[in-house]
């Protein structure tokens, strides 16, 4: 016989919780499950792939009735794991990558960095750099490939999903002879603030910057960041439901949603002079 007994936990793994982005995607999340009163368990996975042993099973011991999985720490293995021990519902999205077996929700990346591209491209800019990880995530790298897509020639430059790393990276950056940088996130794009202004140099006169993702911050830095905004509540949103879904229909097959994303002008980015 099937158990039926429900707790009512959701829990949801995110990578980094002090980037506003996981903070924003959580607040969606929770949205939903509280309306249809569930309580969402909230795990930061960081980088630490050897914690992830724990997480599971502690996820396991507390009876979750599902999992919102948003961090590439928790591996395909421990996905296998958790769905034999209970069949477990869950999503994957954002730095998690669809494995065939269950629901994902992503926002279009590939699109995303096409846009980036794009916008550079009509401002005339002609050599464009782009800051991210060595090691990034398939949605990262999708918008690397959009945006290569535009511009195959792009100068790449090492950067982690901080602004560390984007003050890390502006050494690299001034080496060359670009004129706009496609920072992957926005957190990478406000370590470019930072590093260029020691530098002496000026955004937009410089350097045109473009960030993606559209935290909160990018309206209040100066100049306001020119970014690619993902619909981030939303997709939280969508996640929430997307389990809520599955909870009630477990046979229905394994499905893919694609949320898209816009292009959010502000004042980073300018003309080639
Ligand atoms: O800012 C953090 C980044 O990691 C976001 O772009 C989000 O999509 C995630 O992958």
Request: overall charge negative; hydrophobic content about 45%.
């Amino acid at each position: 016989r099937m158990v039926t007994k429900k707790s009512h936990l959701i829990g949801v793994l995110v990578p980094d919780i002090s980037n506003p982005f996981f903070a924003q995607l959580f607040l969606g999340i929770q949205d939903i499950l509280n309306q249809q009163e569930y309580v969402a368990l909230l795990y930061n996975m960081g980088a630490d792939e050897q914690q992830e042993g724990h997480y599971v099973e502690d996820l396991i011991r507390r009876g979750v009735d599902g999992l919102i999985i948003a961090s590439s720490a928790f591996s395909d293995q421990s996905i296998y794991q958790a769905l034999q021990a209970q069949n477990l519902p869950m999503i994957v999205m954002d730095q998690k990558t669809e494995t065939d077996l269950v629901d994902a929700v992503q926002t279009d990346n590939f699109d995303g960095g096409k846009q980036a591209a794009l916008h550079l491209k009509t401002l005339g800019h002609r050599k464009v750099a782009v800051v991210l990880p060595q090691n990034a995530t398939v949605n990262v790298r999708r918008r690397y490939e959009g945006f290569a897509s535009v511009y195959p020639d792009a100068v790449v430059i090492d950067g982690e999903l901080s602004t560390a790393g984007g003050q890390a990276a502006t050494p690299a950056i001034l080496a060359t002879d670009v004129t706009a940088i496609f920072a992957i996130n926005d957190l990478i794009a406000f370590g470019l603030y930072e590093g260029l202004k020691e530098a002496g140099k000026e955004i937009p006169v410089d350097y045109s910057v473009i960030g993606f993702d559209d935290i909160g911050p990018c309206q209040y830095v100066t100049p306001a960041l020119t970014t690619i905004a993902q619909p981030t509540f939303t997709l939280g949103q969508a996640a929430a439901k997307m389990l809520l879904q599955r909870l009630h229909r477990p046979e229905q097959q394994a499905k893919e949603k694609i949320l898209p994303v816009k292009l959010v002008q502000r004042f980073s980015t300018a003309p080639l002079k």
